[in-house]
Each structure stands twice: as structure tokens, then as C-alpha cells.
């Protein structure tokens, strides 16, 4: 009873660095009007999933509540409050960097099932798939409210937040409660014994070395010995790579990002899918589960390697201004304004913007001559997002191939994106970056709810035991359907 009682009163007086820069009223004003302004002339789709008048509400009684804001961390705080109710995925924000967590990291690496927290490798004798209850007298299911804020999500899609939390669980943690040395870790065990643990923080550096060791990577169930040797390759690297089931007939081709040079990946994908025919493979798995986007083309190309007619992947483009607003705040653009909004939109007015209703990109959604003929499998997930969600969509659309997993994190009926602009607020030195293209889609199940993202055809459900064992049950699914 002692002990617990310790344990108690030390989480109750954990010791909190708070590294913020206090700001006065002036300036924290100052910054939020700038945030405001370049919302309110710059995002294309603000009103999408709130009206006017109550986002209006919320700017004016987030500034009156700015009385009380006296630091970057808590402006930042105030501007993600605003910016949850806009529900954009492509509007991100990088907080100041006056809050170090390099070298007080919280050090338990975790996997969310269900709205729940629980470990994801043995790391301080804490056995994987223990349920986390409370860290630091804070119960975890209102720890994972408050931290909902920070990842930016498209629509009402909560699949995105959930990976990304359960990714940079000790940055938002601390974004939210302050920098802390150590940290009281009540939860139970996969036996059903409740426990406690007092353990220290740990340096960024550190844990992401053990982040590798995550049981939900699947090292085990695909025979690696060395975990970081198997992250190196199936979960770290950006070029798409094939590897196979001799047994079953089957090519697994894994397509983790879309990002680099178009010329080459299209290069590279020619290579694979030569190799692939070439072997006679019938049945094809293409996993983007961890596939945060890219370049459209890119997602395009691969598309074309397993489609049997021609395709498209959306209606229209809108843009609600051709300048970029506050231009004197901007740190960077990878695109020429003149060229991208002037001359693209310029000659397509409508009453409240401009709008193409039509594809550039159209010409080149044709089936390779290379492609892939036989059976076809894709598995996505809430990583899945941007150019990662559209391929998955263009798979959605296609009742000749099966999109296994589950939600994926980019939106189903549109997306933001095409022209970021970089924003350096200037006294809070709060980073935003805001994407001034809306992309509407081009769908053929339009039954599905407004703000979700693209639904499996079979939603597979991660389960506790999937985790404790290393299951990977997506693909264990897929290979069960090949096997019959």
C-alpha cells in the first residue's frame, strides 16, 4: 500500500521543464491576425466542414482568449485549436524551437488499437501488448484526446491521427504537457496483472533507434532476424522494391512512398513489373500502407501498371486566390507563383475563385503495355495519404482489384495540395505550411460519408493478439484468399 501510494504522490510532483518563449500580448497578436488573414484569403476549402459564421465565432473568441496566451507553445496550441475545426490534412504546423525533447524523450514505444494505448516492443521489462492506463496521473484516453490537435487530418478521418500519434507519441506529449524527466507508467499486462513503473526519459536519438523494434513492423512473421536491417528495407525505404511467395504464385511489390525523381521511379517500376511478367507471377500484392504521398505522376505511373482501361483520378481543380497572401511572412514555395496560379487559373474565373474542369495529367492514365495481368491485391492504411490515398482511390474504383486494410488517411472526396507555401510567423517563429490547390475527385461510389477517407473493400481490424504475436494480419489475409 506504501508503494503505491509513492507512486502516486511522485507522479502527482513529477518534475516539468517548461522551455517556451513568453511573448507579450503585442506580438502574440500580431501573429494570430497574420494566421488568420492568410487562412481567410489563401485555403481553398475553409468552409467545407464548417460554415462561416461558426468559424468566424471561433476566430474571435480564440483572440479573446489570446489575453492569456504568453508563450509561442500555447499560441501554437490556440492556432491548432482553430485549425482542427478545418479539418485539412495538407495544413501542417511545426512548432517553434524553443521546446527541445532531444534529450527528454518519453521512452515507451506504443501502438494504438481500438483508442488504445499499448506497447509495442518489451523495451524495461514491460511485456508487448500491455495496456497503457495512466503516465504521470494523466488516463490515456484523455491524454489521446488532447492530442488529436496535432496531427492534421483530412475530413473526419481519425485513421491518420492514430498512426502519426502512435509514431510521435513523446513530441506531442510533450508539445502538450512540457518536457518531463521521468515518467510514472500505470498499465496492465497482457495477464491481466496491473502494474506500475517509474521510468526515466530518454534521448530522442535513443528511441528512435528502438523504434525499429516494433512488433507491428512484422520482422517476425516475414522470418528477420535483425530488426534494423528490416526496417532499413521494408518500412524505411523510399524506392519501390519486390520480393516474393515463391509457393503461392505471388509478387509483393512495396511502394512506400512516391516521393523523387518521376523519370527514374518510372525507370524503376518498368524494371520490376519486366521482372515480375517475366517470372509469370499470377497474383500481385502492392502494399502503400506507408505511403505518405508524393508526386501525383508517380502515383499515376504505378497505377498503370495494374489497370486494364483507361482512368482518371479527379474532376477539377480550385484555387480561392492567385496571390499568395502575406507574402512578406513566406520562408519558402518549391513552385513559381506566376506560372502555377496566374497562368494555370487565370482564364477559369467563377464568383468566389477559379476552377479547371479538366486534367492535364489525363493523357498518361492509359494501362502500361508492361502491365501486370493476372490477380491484384493492395493493401493501404492510415498512413496512406496524399498521392498515397489518390492511387488508393483509382484502386477503389476498380472492381477488378481489392483494397485490403483499413481507412486510408487521405480524403475520399477531395484533397488539398499541388502549392505549398511556407510561413515563418514572425515573432512566434511558428512554422505553417498551407496548400493552395483544392483537388476534387473522381469517384464512383459516391454513398460514402462526407470527411471520410478511401474505405477498404476489406477492412481488416489489428487486433491486441496480432500485435503480441507480429502478426501481419493485412497480408496474412491476402495470402489466405490467393491460397483459397
Not at 8 to 31: G, I, N, P
Not at 220 to 229: A, D, R, T, V
Amino acid at each position: 500500500m506504501k508503494k503505491i501510494q509513492y507512486f502516486v504522490l511522485f507522479c502527482t510532483f513529477t518534475c516539468v521543464l517548461f522551455a517556451q518563449k513568453r511573448m507579450d500580448s503585442l506580438a502574440v497578436r500580431e501573429d494570430f491576425r497574420i494566421f488568420e488573414n492568410i487562412l481567410k484569403k489563401g485555403h481553398p476549402s475553409l468552409y467545407e466542414y464548417i460554415d462561416q459564421d461558426s468559424l468566424e465565432y471561433i476566430f474571435e473568441s480564440t483572440k479573446e482568449s489570446l489575453t492569456t496566451t504568453d508563450s509561442d507553445i500555447k499560441l501554437y496550441q490556440n492556432m491548432l485549436n482553430v485549425t482542427d475545426k478545418i479539418k485539412d490534412g495538407h495544413l501542417l504546423f511545426f512548432a517553434p524551437n524553443t521546446i527541445k525533447t532531444d534529450q527528454y524523450y518519453f521512452p515507451l514505444i506504443l501502438k494504438l488499437i481500438n483508442t488504445e494505448f499499448y506497447t509495442d516492443t518489451d523495451d524495461f521489462g514491460i511485456p508487448i501488448g500491455s495496456k497503457i492506463n495512466q503516465i504521470n496521473g494523466k488516463k490515456a484516453y484523455e491524454i489521446l484526446h488532447h492530442l488529436k490537435k496535432y496531427v492534421p487530418s483530412d475530413g473526419y478521418n481519425l485513421t491518420r491521427k492514430y498512426r502519426e500519434i502512435e509514431l510521435k507519441f513523446g513530441l506531442y506529449f510533450a508539445y502538450e504537457y512540457g518536457i518531463e524527466k521521468k515518467f510514472c507508467i500505470d498499465y496492465t499486462e497482457p495477464n491481466g496483472a496491473k502494474k506500475n513503473k517509474i521510468l526515466p526519459a530518454e534521448s530522442f536519438v535513443s528511441v528512435r533507434l528502438r523504434n525499429t523494434k516494433r512488433n507491428s513492423y512484422f520482422a517476425k512473421y516475414h522470418k528477420q532476424e535483425s530488426n534494423f536491417s528490416y526496417f532499413d528495407t521494408f518500412i524505411n525505404n523510399k524506392n519501390p522494391f519486390v520480393y516474393y511467395k515463391e509457393e503461392l504464385d505471388t509478387a509483393i511489390l512495396v511502394v512506400n512512398s512516391f516521393e523523387g525523381d518521376i523519370g527514374i521511379f518510372k525507370s524503376n517500376l518498368i524494371k520490376i513489373f519486366k521482372e515480375i511478367n517475366k517470372k509469370k507471377i499470377n497474383h500481385l500484392v502492392v502494399d502503400v500502407r506507408y505511403n505518405s504521398g508524393g508526386f501525383r505522376p508517380n502515383a499515376i505511373h504505378l497505377y498503370s501498371f495494374i489497370a486494364n482501361s483507361a482512368f482518371k483520378q479527379i474532376t477539377n481543380e480550385y484555387v480561392a486566390s492567385l496571390t499568395i497572401p502575406e507574402r512578406k511572412y513566406v520562408a519558402r514555395t518549391y513552385l513559381n507563383e506566376k506560372q502555377f496560379l496566374k497562368d494555370k487559373f487565370y482564364n477559369h474565373p467563377i464568383y468566389d475563385g477559379w476552377k479547371l474542369v479538366f486534367d492535364d495529367l489525363e493523357a498518361i492514365m492509359v494501362p502500361n503495355k508492361d502491365r501486370f495481368r493476372g490477380n491484384v491485391y493492395v493493401l493501404a492504411g492510415g498512413t496512406t495519404f496524399s498521392a498515397g490515398a489518390t492511387f488508393a482511390l483509382n484502386v477503389k474504383n476498380d472492381p477488378n482489384i481489392v483494397l485490403v486494410g483499413e481507412e486510408t488517411g487521405g480524403g475520399y472526396y477531395f484533397s488539398n495540395g499541388e502549392f505549398p507555401v511556407y510561413y515563418e510567423f514572425p515573432n512566434s517563429k511558428i512554422i505553417m505550411v498551407i496548400f493552395m490547390e483544392k483537388i476534387n475527385h473522381y469517384v464512383k461510389d459516391k454513398t460514402i460519408p462526407k470527411g471520410s477517407g478511401v474505405p477498404p473493400d476489406r477492412q481488416i481490424i489489428f487486433s491486441i493478439d496480432d500485435l503480441i504475436s507480429g502478426r501481419d494480419s493485412d497480408l496474412d489475409y491476402v495470402l489466405k484468399l490467393i491460397r483459397g
